[in-house]
């Protein structure tokens, strides 16, 4: 890890970068992917990740880094095809992510600030067939306001729909 140092040489400051720093990070990570019966698919995630700067300038040492991103994330998709009858290839898909809050300014000088925590849904109907594929899909289903960023503060998309039409050739 790079870390900032300021040195004095001839009675002059200079900012320089040191690659010499370290930062520590313990965690894990779970994944599910599950077809219990046919037709039915759920695809499961989760991942911690505790970080933190162990060899750094002081204003960040012992701190977590801005690049760690959040400590936990969940991620969760459920979908149903029918696979027989007059409907086969209908469909239907539920999930979502959530994400622990996110640190995005963490120092001595400026403080912390941190991004709040955000659970996301979305949903998906669709209809399969072998030449075609039609599907609508609803994204942020709750119309939540949320925001990402790693060091900068993105807002996301609002409730948004998606039709699309696929030609198979």
Same mark, same amino acid.
């Given at each position: 890890?790079?870390?900032?140092?300021?040195?004095?040489?001839?009675?002059?400051?200079?900012?320089?970068?040191?690659?010499?720093?370290?930062?520590?990070?313990?965690?894990?990570?779970?994944?599910?992917?599950?077809?219990?019966?046919?037709?039915?698919?759920?695809?499961?995630?989760?991942?911690?990740?505790?970080?933190?700067?162990?060899?750094?300038?002081?204003?960040?040492?012992?701190?977590?880094?801005?690049? =760690?991103?959040?400590?936990?994330?969940?991620?969760?998709?459920?979908?149903?095809?029918?696979?027989?009858?007059?409907?086969?290839?209908?469909?239907?898909?539920?999930?979502?992510?959530?994400?622990?809050?996110?640190?995005?300014?963490?120092?001595?000088?400026?403080?912390?600030?941190?991004?709040?925590?955000?659970?996301?849904?979305?949903?998906?109907?669709?209809?399969?067939?072998?030449?075609?594929?039609?599907?609508?899909?609803?994204?942020?289903?709750?119309?939540?306001?949320?925001?990402?960023?790693?060091?900068?503060?993105?807002?996301?998309?609002?409730?948004?729909?998606? =039709?699309?039409?696929?030609?198979?050739?």
């Amino acid at each position: 890890m790079t870390r900032s140092e300021s040195i004095t040489r001839d009675g002059t400051n200079y900012n320089i970068t040191v690659q010499d720093g370290t930062q520590l990070s313990k965690g894990f990570e779970l994944s599910l992917n599950a077809n219990p019966i046919q037709g039915l698919n759920f695809v499961a995630g989760y991942s911690h990740n505790n970080s933190k700067m162990t060899k750094s300038a002081p204003s960040v040492e012992g701190r977590r880094p801005v690049a =760690a991103g959040p400590e936990d994330m969940v991620n969760a998709w459920l979908s149903y095809t029918l696979t027989t009858g007059k409907l086969e290839g209908l469909g239907f898909g539920f999930g979502g992510n959530y994400n622990s809050e996110n640190v995005i300014t963490n120092t001595v000088a400026t403080g912390t600030f941190t991004l709040p925590a955000y659970t996301v849904l979305n949903a998906t109907a669709f209809y399969n067939k072998n030449r075609y594929r039609l599907g609508l899909k609803v994204d942020n289903l709750s119309n939540k306001d949320y925001y990402k960023g790693w060091t900068t503060v993105e807002a996301q998309m609002p409730r948004s729909l998606t =039709a699309n039409v696929t030609f198979k050739f």
